[in-house]
């Protein structure tokens, strides 16, 4: 069964920026929807942001104008590029996509840190 992998997370002051990545064997990442969630402690996972299979991408309100989806097909690779980072962007962040493949696969990443200090 295929899986995705996150990287890029760490440590930024508020106002950098970093660049998550998701990856995934097969072409899972550059045929089916992907999502970046964030989960804070104590708090729900939440989707942070979508991007279709057509490639069509949409983010959530509460980072919209900072956040930036995207992918890179020819490295099977969907990208979350974070901007104006804020404290409250404090979170383990995770890929997701839903996949066929003789049935259907919920396929979650393990989850990447990202700290954000004022």
């Known amino acids: 069964q295929a899986q995705v992998q996150e990287s890029g997370g760490g440590l930024a002051q508020a106002g950098e920026s970093l660049r998550l990545s998701c990856t995934a064997s097969?072409?899972?990442?550059?045929?089916?929807?992907v999502d970046w969630y964030r989960q804070a402690p104590g708090l729900q996972r939440e989707l942070v942001a979508r991007?279709?299979?057509?490639?069509?991408?949409n983010v959530a309100d509460s980072v919209k104008g900072r956040f930036t989806i995207s992918r890179d097909n020819a490295k099977n690779t969907v990208y979350l590029q974070m901007n104006s980072l804020k404290p409250e962007d404090t979170a383990v962040y995770y890929c997701?996509?839903?996949?066929?493949?003789?049935?259907?696969?919920?396929?979650w990443g393990r989850g990447t840190q990202v700290t954000v200090s004022s």
């Open positions: 997701h996509t839903l996949f066929h493949d003789g049935e259907w696969y919920d396929t």
């Open positions: 097969g072409n899972i990442i550059s045929t089916n929807d």
């Open positions: 991007i279709t299979a057509g490639g069509a991408t």
